[in-house]
């Protein structure tokens, strides 16, 4: 069975600084992908950023990075340089194999301090 | 239409009464999710749908929840006899087929029960 952990439930950094926001994830697939997704207060869900599992680089979109450590079996998101709008809940997701669900994690709620 | 659309938006019910959730996945997409989300909480997986495939039910959490995909687009999410703790928003997600494809979330339908 797959299985996705957010053990922050909540985290706070002040503005312009960088923060990480863990993901740990259980699976007996090979072949899997791991996304992170964020939900404003207003409730839309924003796709941030996707790294596979045979991907050889860790991904980064912008700002945003996956620091993906595959032995440990974690795929961390890193934002750089926070703003005040990237206070939000923050999920991990995964899928395993090419057709089975996604699944998502509990969340961490993340505050952007001026 | 563009995106993933849901409705209604908001759907205020009496307890006992059944209820029908509709989504209008994006045209040409294969996978379709349901997730049902409680204030502040992460996203309970519900039902996914893969093409032609049977449904992944895994989710439902007890034998009120149905859903069914007609002709590989529309889903209808449907709750008999509802119950308070039903109350929560229910998105629908839809995606191409793969690994790497990120789901289109709808807006949600926020389901009050009283």
């Known amino acids: 069975a797959q299985k996705i952990t957010q053990t922050q439930p909540g985290m706070f950094v002040q503005e312009k600084e960088a923060v990480t926001l863990d993901c740990t994830y259980d699976?007996?697939?090979?072949?899997?992908?791991l996304f992170w997704y964020k939900q404003p207060s207003s409730g839309e869900m924003i796709f941030l950023i996707y790294?596979?599992?045979?991907?050889?680089q860790n991904a980064t979109e912008g700002r945003y990075s996956l620091n993906f450590q595959k032995a440990r079996k974690s795929a961390n998101l890193v934002i750089s340089a926070s703003q005040l709008g990237d206070s939000a809940m923050y999920f991990c997701?995964?899928?395993?194999?090419?057709?089975?669900?996604?699944?998502f994690g509990a969340g961490t709620r993340l505050a952007v301090h001026p | 239409g563009a995106g993933v659309s849901q409705s209604p938006s908001n759907k205020v019910t009496e307890k006992g009464k059944d209820v029908e959730l509709r989504c209008d996945p994006i045209?040409?997409?294969?996978?379709l999710y349901w997730y049902r989300q409680s204030l502040g909480q992460g996203l309970e997986f519900l039902i996914y749908f893969q093409g032609n495939s049977a449904p992944d039910k895994s989710g439902l959490p007890s034998d009120r929840f149905s859903a069914e995909r007609t002709g590989g687009s529309v889903s209808t999410l449907t709750i008999q006899r509802t119950q308070q703790e039903d109350s929560a928003v229910y998105l629908c997600?839809?995606?191409?087929?793969?690994?790497?494809?990120?789901?289109?979330f709808g807006s949600g339908t926020q389901l009050s029960v009283l």
């Open positions: 997701a995964m899928k395993g194999g090419g057709y089975n669900k996604l699944i």
């Open positions: 699976t007996s697939d090979q072949s899997y992908g």
């Open positions: 790294q596979g599992s045979y991907d050889e």
């Open positions: 997600a839809s995606s191409d087929a793969g690994l790497n494809e990120k789901l289109f």
């Open positions: 045209s040409g997409h294969t996978a």
